[in-house]
């Protein structure tokens, strides 16, 4: 397994390398040795392949019994957030030893509709009977399992169109959706918007002095007061950007201008808005600052240094603010929407906690879903981070170790995560079915590139509509699974990948991993100078900065 995790860094340092603007000579030296490392790992991975190869897996014995841990953990869903006070209020009731348990077999008895896709009003589904509900335990499993064959059959035959959006001249960081728009942010330092229905360019936003990291959109009824104010159309959207010129402008999308720009002091890493109150604009720095903007008068009204290391994803779900951090920690905030120091800290959870310790070079990605986080480190597998207790569990998104996961997205009842082989190069998106998190396909298609960023919506008629970006800048259409039109994507399932939700006990791979970074070419003690010069050139952050 030594060499193994070697190679497995060599290989993540050339990944990281490979986007860089300009390379020294050594470090070409490096990327040329890619395809000679790729097949020294494939060799090993055949070696070494076999059940104990499967991330998770500790033991028959033990495998259904952290299943039913994980299961059965509290959940409250985002439509259904309470208010921050209640939260509060709940958490000794969330930490008993009985509320688990307790809340899996509510769950199980009110069907929660919002969780599988279903309507999100707190109604009950209309096609589950109120003799179904009180049925007996095996009865509720069989109809589960009926719903969830179903779902994986309809996955199994999904056929999409891809259509490439040529424009940018370097790497896309960010991507969102905004109605029949899709905006994406570059290392090239402009925001560009996309149409679509006929995958053209529509705007190219520029202003930006540094390469674009993050992007963000705040909801309908914050940009009617935004464009009130500015004297355009209520129907005006616009669009946040961040960049390592230390700058959070905002667009208005229609007449494609920037209409305000925040100097935030620091390189802006990550950002959200907070549609809380009057609004707020949540931004993080390279150097673990997070920090609040209110909307209204885009005046500072916080600053918290929140991190060890630069803040790399920050999401907002009703009250609560969600930051992660390349070191591998995730904070929980709460938002009382006060003029001053608006977010309160619930929870800090350290890479202790998460098992996801990195270092400077990290780079996590979060998703929350009521009072679980999906979390994306780089690894085969996605942790779940159960953010009031600390509980952590880990969802295998990759069937060999050599699997690393760049992002993690919810949309409707599904939760997708990009997936890429550092010994072959195949890139993929898995798709889970949610709350139960159990595998149901795979996509990919010929020369797949690796996904660093993600974006989804529906179309009126409940089609899916993906954008994915990278090297390249991807849009998904899903297409009637009856009709001619040929599919370019294939739909593969993993056997391996099922029955993969399992409690963290004990060694995790990222516990076997987090040496990567510590490891020298001579397998000897003196790993420090070689991390941090990997710090100073191979970090994936750093090369998008430059």
Partial sequence: MGEVRKLQKKLRQIENLEIKISLTPEEKFKISRKAELRSRLAELQLQLSGPQQTPGIVGDGNKEKMKRRVDDAPETLPSQTP?????????????????????????????????????????????????????????????????????????????????????????????????????????????????????????????????????????????????????????ERFILSGSADCYVKIWALSIGQCVKSIYT????????????????????????????????????????????????????????????????????????????????????????????????????????????????????????????TGVISRLTNHSSITGVTDCVHQTGGLLIGSCYDLANGDSSLNLFSLPQCRYLASLTWPDAPRILCFAAWTTGSGDHRWVIGGRDLIVWEQLPSSGKQRSDVTVKRDSRMDSTLLESEGDTEEDEESDDYGDNEDGGGGARPEAAEDGASGSWLRCVLQ
Avoid at 157 to 177: P, Q, W
Avoid at 270 to 298: M, N, R
Avoid at 325 to 354: F, I, M, Y
Wanted: net charge neutral; with cysteine; proline share 5%.
């Fill in 265 to 388: 002091f620091n390189a802006v890493t990550a950002l959200c808005f907070a549609p809380e109150g009057d609004g707020y604009i949540i931004t993080g720095s390279d150097g673990g600052k997070v920090q609040a903007w209110s909307w209204h008068t885009f005046q500072n009204c916080q600053s918290v240094n929140a991190h060890q290391e630069a803040v790399t994803s920050i999401q907002s779900q009703g009250p609560l603010v969600f930051s992660g951090s390349a070191e591998g920690g995730v904070s929980v905030w709460e938002n009382r929407c006060s003029e001053r120091d608006p977010l309160k800290l619930l929870h800090h959870w350290s890479s202790q906690v998460t098992g996801l310790s990195g270092g400077p070079d990290g780079r996590l990605k979060l998703s929350p879903r009521g009072d679980r986080v999906f979390l994306a480190y780089g690894r085969a597998c996605l942790k779940i981070l159960h953010w009031r």
């Fill in 83 to 235: 208010p921050a006070s209640k939260i509060l209020k709940g958490e000794t009731e969330s930490n008993a030893t009985g509320a688990p348990a307790l809340a899996a077999r509510q769950r199980a008895a009110g069907g929660n509709a919002a969780e599988t896709g279903g309507p999100q009003d707190g109604t009950e589904p209309s096609k589950v009977s109120p003799q179904s509900r009180d049925g007996s335990p095996e009865q509720l499993q069989q109809q589960e399992e009926a719903e969830f064959s179903s779902l994986k059959a309809s996955w199994e035959k999904a056929r999409f169109r891809l259509r490439l959006l040529e424009g940018h001249n370097d790497i896309v960081t960010s991507v969102v959706a905004v109605d029949n728009l899709v905006v994406s942010g570059s290392r090239d330092t402009t925001v560009k918007v996309w149409h679509v229905p006929t995958a053209t360019e529509q705007k190219n936003l520029g202003g930006h002095t540094g390469g674009v990291t993050c992007l963000s959109a705040p909801p309908p009824e914050y940009c009617r007061r935004l464009a009130w104010s500015l004297s355009l159309s209520e129907k």
